[in-house]
Nanobody, 126 residues
Framework: QVQVVESGGGLVQAGGSLNLSCLAS????????MGWFRQSPGKEREGVSC???????AYADSVKGRFTASRDNAKNTLYLQMTNLKPEDTAMYYC????????????????????WGQGTQVTVSS
């Protein structure tokens, strides 16, 4: 059974930091691309980052220089380190599973990811 479970969301003041985790199971984590997406009320789901099982990573322009994605294949875990958070970052953050090359060929299209977690809420106060 393929599962991805996000954790680490919460309430933080603008300028603060927060670290998200996505624990994966039921598939070959080290052979899959992993994406972070976010969605706020009234807006479409947008790609935040995508990290491939090889040396490739992509970020949305809105988070470059502030967010860092990483993965620990031994722990089957995806991470998102967020710094200098802004109220505009407030959203539900989702972890998603894709084929090995999805980051380079189709990121940030949500439709190219096969499995999604339930999300973890990040709220940034002004």
């Amino acid at each position: 059974q393929v599962q991805v479970v996000e954790s680490g969301g919460g309430l933080v003041q603008a300028g603060g930091s927060l670290n998200l985790s996505c624990l994966a199971s039921g598939f070959r984590f080290d052979g899959s691309a992993m994406g972070w997406f976010r969605q706020s009320p009234g807006k479409e789901r947008e790609g935040v980052s995508c990290i491939a099982p090889y040396d490739y990573i992509a970020y949305a322009d809105s988070v470059k220089g502030r967010f860092t994605a990483s993965r620990d294949n031994a722990k089957n875990t995806l991470y998102l380190q967020m710094t200098n958070l802004k109220p505009e970052d407030t959203a539900m953050y989702y972890c998603a599973v894709g084929k090995y090359d999805v980051c380079s060929v189709s990121w940030p299209a949500p439709s190219r990811y096969s499995r999604w977690g339930q999300g973890t809420q990040v709220t940034v106060s002004s």
